[in-house]
């Protein structure tokens, strides 16, 4: 059984390393997160496309919240 974990305003599921290394995971693996309303799944997204539209993504917010991500992590 795992507990979230308080990460700021959020909420973090810390993933042990021997799952990430099945799933061959690491930090910069973008996760796909899936639910039918009472299961969460979280996957790794495999296609390159989509792994593109994730980084794309994620640098779009950087570059828009940039001062409140900034603000939040000290």
């Known amino acids: 059984m795992k507990r979230l974990t308080k990460h700021g305003n959020s ?3 810390v993933i042990d390393r021997p799952i990430l ?19 969460l799944i979280v996957a790794p997204v ?9 980084a794309a993504s994620v640098e779009k ?13 000290r």
């Open 61 to 73: 917010v950087n570059r828009r919240y940039r001062r409140a991500l900034e603000r939040l992590a």
């Open 11 to 13: 909420l973090a599921l």
């Open 21 to 39: 290394d099945l799933l061959g995971m690491d930090a910069e693996t973008p996760v796909e997160l899936v639910t039918d309303g009472k299961v």
């Open 46 to 54: 495999r296609d390159e496309e989509a792994r593109r539209r994730v």
